[in-house]
């Protein structure tokens, strides 16, 4: 955990160094956009892991978009340098990077740091989860001490929703509708995991389509705090969002992430 801590850091230092300059974007074959901070930090977080887990192997985004997959097995990490690229492009800061350790198709670790917002939260599954205020560049030792995180218990009738900033549809307020949430947050990246594993959220539904390394770490923090999150097929929640899925081309089914009962 230590080591995949200090990459995110790394990497939303560099991350940072690019944010607040005239930086040139471009679009990939699937239609998102990319810029130099998502190679350069996924480039700092790929040697870095190579050095402290050299025998597990790793699935991250832009080298998936360049064709280079390795043979996962039982245990791999998940990647995304920089998720959220467009709130990163459209100044929001509300833009993320991503480690996650999968085991047998399970998140089991997870760090999600917000650079921008100095927000680091990580956790494993069975041993908690935490935060803690850390600006890009500081040195963590400097840093106030981490805080564990909880999610909270539900109160029907008065659920509060969090739901992404770019990719909100008519489908997903109308499962929100059906849900019974009656107050509802804007939210960008896996910050939206980070809410509800804080406690500040109940609900994070997404019907829309993602991929594994944009969730793997945020669903490894929310279920360390608690939570859960599951695949949503056919109107119905048919079990825990799981990872490894090759015949799927990484992609995930339609998920509803919950906090506490």
Request: hydrophobic share 40%; net charge negative; aromatic share 8%.
């Amino acid at each position: 955990m230590d080591g995949m801590i200090d990459l995110a850091l790394r990497a939303g230092e560099k991350i940072c160094s690019i944010y607040d300059t005239d930086f040139d974007k471009e679009i990939k074959g699937d239609g998102s956009p990319v810029t130099e901070a998502d190679q350069l930090a996924e480039d700092i977080i790929l040697a870095g892991l190579k050095e402290i887990a050299p025998d597990i192997p790793v699935l991250a985004e832009e080298s998936a978009a360049a064709g280079k997959i390795p043979e996962l097995g039982d245990k791999f990490f998940l990647v995304d340098p920089l998720d959220g690229t467009k709130e990163f492009i459209n100044k929001t800061g509300e833009f993320t990077v991503n480690i996650a350790l999968i085991e047998n198709g399970r998140p089991v670790a997870g760090v999600v740091y917000a650079p921008a917002a100095e927000k680091l939260y990580f956790g494993t599954v069975g041993e908690g989860a935490f935060i803690q205020k850390i600006a890009p560049g500081a040195d963590r030792a400097d840093a106030l001490r981490a805080a564990p995180i909880n999610v909270r218990k539900r109160k029907e009738g008065a659920l509060i929703a969090v739901a992404s900033r770019s990719h909100r549809s008519a489908e997903t307020e109308t499962l929100l509708e059906k849900l019974g949430a009656t107050d509802f947050t804007p939210a960008g990246s896996s910050l939206k995991f980070c809410l509800v594993a804080e406690g500040l959220a109940d609900v994070y539904p997404r019907l829309g389509r993602t991929m594994e390394w944009d969730t793997g770490a945020g669903q490894a923090v929310l279920e360390a705090a608690g939570g859960s999150v599951n695949a949503y097929e056919g109107e119905e929640e048919t079990g825990p969002l799981g990872y490894g899925k090759k015949e799927r081309g990484f992609d995930n089914p339609y998920f509803i992430a919950w906090g506490g009962q």
